[in-house]
């Protein structure tokens, strides 16, 4: 049985919820990710800021992204899987609430180990498999936001 933690990118460092958007895309540039992990100065996690939030929910908006933090993005509950979820898990979580990426989560410490990306996925799945997964994850109809809010 694959496990969350087998697939998943160790080591996952979150932006604090203070810091600033400009702050968090050097970080992405630095790291070559799109998305990072929003926690609070006790390591309770927050959110996820993507390059996408940063240019949609700031930039777009008029907003300045040297201002804005990314405790500003931080909106609901993530949702998370832990280390030792069993793959099939991690895609129906990611199938059903139609996102990219998922911080993997320790038990019982509920401390952030890790982050799943699609690419994560991809690398693991039968090639059916994964056409079902990236139909399912770019549905058009996005999840109801009480869902996601859990």
């Known amino acids: 049985m694959t496990r969350a933690s087998d697939i998943m990118h160790q080591g996952a460092e979150c932006i604090r919820e203070h810091e600033t958007l400009a702050a968090a895309a050097r970080i992405m540039r630095e790291r070559h990710v799109g998305a990072l992990p929003i926690c609070g100065e ?72 890790g982050m799943i990306s699609e690419a994560d996925i991809a690398r693991g799945l039968p090639q059916a498999r994964l056409a079902e997964f990236v139909t399912a994850v770019c549905a058009e109809e996005p999840p109801k936001k009480e869902a996601l809010q859990g």
Do not use: F, N
Request: glycine share 6%.
């Open 42 to 113: 006790d390591d309770k996690l927050l959110g996820i800021v993507t390059d996408r939030d940063i240019v949609l929910r700031c930039v777009a908006e008029g907003g300045d992204p040297a201002e804005m933090t990314a405790g500003d993005l931080a909106l609901g509950r993530p949702m998370t899987v832990e280390a030792d979820e069993d793959c099939e898990q991690v895609l129906r979580v990611m199938e059903q609430y139609q996102v990219r990426r998922l911080p993997v989560i320790s038990h019982p410490e509920h401390k952030l180990v």
